[in-house]
């Protein structure tokens, strides 16, 4: 099974730049590139920070966007997003009971499930009890099956301290919900901007840039908080007894010179 992790697109309204970058335009060429080499995929997976502001302009002109997009696309709310606004866009996105943007999909391989941490008009992420509640009913429903997590905030440090500042509220009380369970195979992360991964209590994590300005590793290496480097999509593969992620800078791809 393939799936496409894509993410942070920062979507303002068409042609309006963004840190000198066009968000639309770059989000358009990823889909694009996806749709050319990945259409074989069984699901993408856009895992929030969908817009810069949460804008109606920018999420109809994603929604527009996907008409024409060959693979199902699973959405998510980020920090940038305003609940409201995409739900308005987008009203056949799933709601949980208490109208959290989040869901679950079921598939011969596993569940996957996709959590909505976004706290409000701030840029740090929460997980509420409410959300906590329905998480542990998914995973009790899913006992047996194996798991992947998708979410916007990691709900951990990954060394750079502007963004674990900003990282999932109450770590300890998200993790509690998961340590019952062995059969979570993997979490998939945003809000980061960057190709990381982690090992988190032995789970294995994934996070990529956005697919628009990125976060520096070194903040004194660019003079700058927000950085200009590749954007990437994930290339997930999933297999009996593995979980594969590639990375692929979609934009700056090219052919070696073999002369
Ligand atoms: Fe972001």
């Given at each position: 099974m393939k799936i496409i992790h894509i993410t942070d697109?920062?979507?303002?309204?068409?042609?309006e730049k963004l840190f000198g970058l066009d968000p639309c335009q770059r989000a358009g060429r990823c889909l694009d590139d996806i749709a050319r080499?990945?259409?074989?995929?069984?699901f993408c997976v856009i895992?929030?920070?969908?817009?810069?502001?949460?804008s109606a302009q920018a999420y109809d002109w994603l929604a527009e966007r996907l008409k024409d997009f060959p693979l199902k696309t699973f959405l998510m709310v980020g920090n940038h997003d305003a609940r409201e606004a995409f739900c308005e866009a987008f009203p056949n996105t799933p709601r949980d009971?208490?109208?959290?943007v989040q869901y679950a999909h079921a598939t011969p391989e596993g569940v996957f499930l996709f959590l909505d941490t976004l706290k409000g008009p701030v840029s740090e992420g929460e997980y509420c009890v409410q959300r906590r509640a329905w998480l542990a009913d998914q995973l009790a429903r899913a006992k047996g099956k194996r798991v992947w997590i998708f979410m916007?905030?990691?709900?951990?440090?990954?060394?750079?301290p502007y963004m674990d500042r900003i990282k999932l509220e109450e770590p300890e009380a998200f993790a509690e919900v998961l340590s019952?369970?062995?059969?979570?195979q993997h979490i998939f992360f945003a809000h980061v901007h960057r190709a990381a991964f982690v090992n988190w209590r032995g789970i294995p994590c994934t996070c990529l840039p956005g697919t628009s300005h990125q976060i520096p590793l070194n903040r004194e290496s660019v003079g700058a908080p927000y950085s200009i480097e590749p954007p990437m999509y994930g290339v997930v593969l999933i297999e009996e007894d593995q979980t594969v992620v590639h990375f692929d800078a979609c934009l700056d791809r090219g052919p070696a010179d073999m002369g």
């Open positions: 697109f920062h979507l303002s309204a068409p042609g080499w990945h259409g074989d995929a069984a895992t929030g920070d969908l817009t810069h502001q949460g009971e208490n109208g959290f916007h905030h990691p709900p951990f440090d990954i060394g750079i019952a369970h062995d059969n979570i």
